[in-house]
């Protein structure tokens, strides 16, 4: 990636693009809208608006406008005022390369950011383009989190996180394109597949529960399988079909008397 946005590189986006190596092949022109609380318009640009040339630029920017908020209020300043005078000075970075111009406000974008000073968050709603397994497909994601933080979560259009991504990946230059792409559909493939599955439990199985865990900010389909009746629970991973383990002694009765209770639930429906 090029070097993060001050008021002394006002070019960092056409460095961007120019500086990202092999790895970032697949980074294409693409237009977005930035909307800064407090700032009255947006700002649009034609070629500069995908995350993997966007997204790290503007995080900084958005630190660097944060920090002169701190300063400001400390010199006397009220927070409003402060956050005014930041989100002009964030804008005027921005308007001084001329990939950017000034749009009024709820225009919609292919990209789109919202950088929110006063409660200090990040948000990009984007397209991902990715093939895994010889599938090939677009889809919508949103990416949030605070502008002083390190971590962001990535949702689905139903606002179901999918994934967690740390600072130091989004910094590798291709990394929405290729690597979270990627990641992102294959959680997508999990999912329709854990919802496509048969209705009859696999062979040999008495009772099965079917569950979706969050782990890691992600939903992992869980199955828990009794072979027969009386005998222990298997915890199987749905996304391969693997066993992982085996429900806790302590853990067997109130289960059981959880299937107990819904299954009297639709005999008696």
């Known amino acids: 990636m090029g070097q993060p946005v001050s008021s002394r590189d006002t ?118 383009y990715a093939v895994v397994s010889r599938r090939t497909s677009f889809f919508k994601v949103e990416i949030s989190g605070s502008i002083c933080g390190s971590n962001f979560a990535v949702r689905n259009p139903l606002h179901a996180v999918i994934a967690q991504i740390e600072e130091n990946n989004i910094r590798r230059p291709g990394f929405f394109a290729s690597s979270l792409a990627q990641e992102c559909l294959r959680a997508q493939m999990e999912q329709e597949r854990f919802g496509r599955l048969d209705d009859s439990p696999a062979p040999g199985v008495f009772r099965e529960v079917r569950l979706f865990l969050p782990v890691g900010g992600a939903k992992i389909p869980v199955f828990l399988r009794q072979k027969e009746e009386g005998s222990s629970w298997d915890i199987v991973d749905g996304r391969r079909q693997e066993w992982v383990g085996t429900l806790a002694a302590d853990a067997e009765g109130p289960l059981s008397q959880v299937v107990q209770i819904v299954q009297k639930l639709f005999e008696h429906k």
């Open 11 to 128: 070019e960092v986006y056409t460095n961007a693009t120019t500086q990202s190596g092999p790895a970032d092949r697949r980074v294409v022109a693409a237009s977005a809208v930035v909307e800064i609380s407090g700032f009255p318009q947006a700002l649009h640009t034609r070629g500069y608006g995908d995350p993997d040339t966007l997204f790290v630029p503007l995080l900084d920017a958005a630190r660097e406008a944060c920090r002169m908020i701190e300063r400001l209020t400390k010199h006397g300043e009220e927070r409003a005022a402060a956050v005014r005078l930041s989100a002009m000075h964030l804008a005027s970075v921005l308007l001084r390369d001329a990939g950017f111009s000034l749009v009024a406000r709820g225009t919609s974008h292919e990209n789109f950011y919202i950088v929110d000073l006063d409660a200090e968050t990040f948000f990009v709603r984007s397209r991902l």
